[in-house]
């Protein structure tokens, strides 16, 4: 696809010279804001009282989200999505390990960046949290009933999944965009081609993939775009529900050093995305089914993982079927892209713009309507700037990022690198009000910020940056939120909190949606795992070749059995351990000594496996590693391991 574009290449040497000033000396010097009384108060959750909202946030590079209470900070939980977990054996255990199966094997740990809570008429409701993961395609969903992760599915046709994963109003669909293209032949094959025929060979895809009502996932359609790097995305709402923005870089179209290369074009675009549009040519089998392997892992009622392979996905080409994609030229390198609680309005954070601009969505009709185009790449009509352009944001601070808005008429921006939020009024894009940050804010996050009805009370900026906020930890500081009331005229800064990983992107939402339907304990006779144990009775331990299944169950304190022969060097024994305890807070864990496979720790009511595979011979013990009585060192065993061939048989017992 080539590029029918004028180029305007003599703006790129200013912000890279800004850029490089800052990275030789550093942030600018700031002064340290010491809490008031007041912002103390405003912060403080007494001992026993609960948060007035739960926060999500992503954990980066560790591939999980991190749950906090806000205004607390307090870190209540960390939900394991695409990385394995040392705190409750997910992906270790063999209910879960499918979960972390892509077409590239199993990959154990992943790179998170975006959490979105599900929406039911613009409004976040509380039913599952999506969150995507930039390095192997992929997007799950978790519920928060039991902050688990029930699916994940791979993206096809993409490279680092990074404009992901937004919801539309309704749900109906999560959005993705692909932020490397690749080569891709007609039969979208990753080719074995030249890089430096990036210009020639390499294509981008935007996907939707439709979530039912059960919130199962399954990828409608994707979209063949030109070989830009597409960043973020947000749905439309209200007047612009049907439609999906996605910013774009590179459209210089570079395959090395970008950081000049792609920063010559003095505007790049957001792609505007007629969704309902492209979903029912989807849905009257236009397109094409292609080429496009990926894995599928969901839960199923027993609690248990599967994985299926899906060969194909359905493909749109803009260029053959109009009125999909328009281009909305963006200054310059837009990073985030934010639609407003209205719908009316798309602000973009054009990293290395010196203003922000704000489309207007009627303005963006009205030119598709009047066909103002300035030109078209690779088929997609680009759209006359002047004739969508709602204002530019003047001064905005440097580097700006993410906008969220506060559903009383204002948006905020991050400025990266300049460490500040800008605070500005929608309509008339003046900017009325900054409060530094301390340092270089990423994402900002509101409560609902970027659904139709902001709970606009508080602000949380995501800062990359830690450096001296807290005690020192060696060469590795956890990341930095700082909480921010925006409750008046003026923001002030309330509470500094670390946050591990790298939180891209966070959601809130207040408490109660939440935790009304929290689930406190699995009810043993709804346990529907093939290898239960409901009572002590049924326990047992059954030889099957060279695989050895204990079915062990564990109450306070002790496991049934807890004393077991007859398993011999080279056999495979399957620990399906049911936690019988029917009370909240109740785990019991399981660690067998030589266990490659890791530990559990199971929840009331469910049943886990753990597998050994034992090299030795000799006596050799497992006990609980939760802490779950008085009596919990009590609450060990025994396995015995004669040697290969042996003819010890499978003898087991508590108590005898
Ligand atoms: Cu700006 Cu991955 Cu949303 Cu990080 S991204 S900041
Ligand atoms: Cu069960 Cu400790």
């Known amino acids: ?40 108060e405003k912060v403080y959750v007494a001992p026993g009282e609960h948060d007035e909202f739960y926060g999500f946030f992503s954990g980066g590079y560790n591939g999980q989200v991190g749950v906090y209470g806000l205004p ?28 972390l199966n892509t077409s590239h094997g199993f990959v154990p740990w992943g790179d998170a ?65 692909t932020r490397f293209s690749i080569p891709m032949d007609d039969k979208l094959q990753n080719e ?80 505007a995305v007629n969704w309902k549009k492209a979903a029912q040519y989807a849905a009257d089998g236009k397109g094409a089914m292609m080429p496009g392997k990926h894995v599928h892992n969901w839960v199923d009622e027993a609690g248990i993982a599967h994985s299926e392979t899906i060969d ?6 803009p260029s053959k079927l109009p009125g999909i994609i328009y281009y909305l030229p963006t200054p310059k390198s837009p990073h985030g892209v934010d639609v407003t609680p209205d719908g009316k309005y798309i602000a973009a954070g054009g990293k290395l713009s010196t203003i922000i601009p704000v489309h207007s969505f009627a303005k963006m009709i009205k030119a598709i309507d009047e066909k103002k ?27 700006p990022l993410h906008t969220e808005f506060d559903g009383k008429g204002y948006a905020y921006t991050t400025a990266f690198i300049s460490s500040e939020i800008v605070k500005w009024d929608i309509e008339s894009t003046k900017v009325v009000d900054r409060i530094k940050t301390y340092y270089s804010p990423g994402h900002l996050m509101i409560p609902g910020g970027d659904s139709q009805k902001p709970w606009g009370k508080y602000l949380v900026a995501l800062n990359k940056i830690t450096k001296d906020r807290y005690l020192p930890t060696g060469p590795e500081l956890f990341h930095s939120a700082q909480l921010i009331d925006i409750s008046g005229d003026k923001m002030k800064l309330l509470l500094d909190f670390p946050t591990e990983g790298e939180p891209h992107y966070a ?13 406190r304990f699995y009810k043993l006779d709804n346990n529907k795992n093939p290898y239960k144990t409901t009572s002590e009775a049924d326990a047992k331990v059954v030889r099957k070749g060279n695989d050895v299944h204990v079915y062990l169950t564990a109450i306070r304190s002790h496991f049934t059995p807890d004393n077991i022969e007859g398993v011999k060097v080279g056999d495979k024994v399957y620990f399906h351990m049911t936690n019988l305890e029917q009370d909240w807070d109740i785990p019991h864990g399981f660690a067998m000594k030589g266990a490659n496979t ?35 060192q009590e609450m060990q065993g025994y396995v015995r391991v004669s040697p290969r061939g042996s003819n010890v048989k499978i003898a087991y017992g508590t108590g005898q």
């Open 1 to 40: 696809m080539k590029l029918k574009m004028k180029k305007n290449t003599w703006i790129w040497g200013l912000p890279v010279f800004v850029i490089l000033t800052i990275i030789l000396y550093g942030c600018p010097t700031e002064k340290r804001l010491s809490g008031t009384g007041d912002a103390a």
């Open 72 to 99: 607390s900070g307090r870190h209540l939980y960390t939900i394991p999505v695409f990385s394995q977990s040392p705190t409750n054996g997910y992906g270790y255990s063999e209910e879960t390990k499918p979960m």
């Open 113 to 177: 960046h975006h959490t979105e809570l599900s929406q039911t008429d613009g409004v976040p409701d509380g039913r599952w949290l999506f969150i995507n993961e930039n390095n192997t395609p992929r997007i799950a969903r978790i519920d928060l009933k039991e902050f688990d992760t029930h699916e994940i599915i791979e993206i096809p046709n993409s490279a680092g999944n990074h404009a992901s994963s937004f919801v539309t109003p309704n749900t109906e669909y999560v959005s993705a965009g």
């Open 192 to 271: 074995d081609v030249s890089i430096k025929s990036y210009k020639d060979n390499f294509k981008g895809t935007l996907s939707f993939i439709k979530v039912g009502n059960d919130g199962h996932m399954s990828i409608d359609f994707q979209i063949l775009v030109p070989g830009f790097d597409y960043d973020l995305s947000h749905a439309g709402k209200g007047p612009s529900n049907g439609w999906a923005f996605f910013t774009s870089y590179n459209s210089e179209q570079a395959n090395t050093l970008l950081e000049i290369n792609a920063s010559k074009n003095d505007k790049d675009f957001i792609a």
């Open 312 to 317: 194909q996905v359905r493909v749109l080409d």
């Open 373 to 399: 185009f300035e030109g078209e790449v690779g088929g997609i009509p680009v759209l006359q700037y002047e004739a969508i352009l709602h204002g530019e944001v003047k001064n905005p601070g440097l580097g």
């Open 507 to 519: 959601q809130a939402i207040p408490q109660e949606i939440i935790s009304k339907n929290s689930v």
């Open 598 to 632: 890791g530990e559990l720790l199971v929840m009331p009511g469910q049943t886990r496996t753990l597998v050994w595979e034992p090299k030795e011979v000799g006596v050799q013990p497992f006990y609980c590693t939760d802490f779950c009585s008085a009596l919990h």
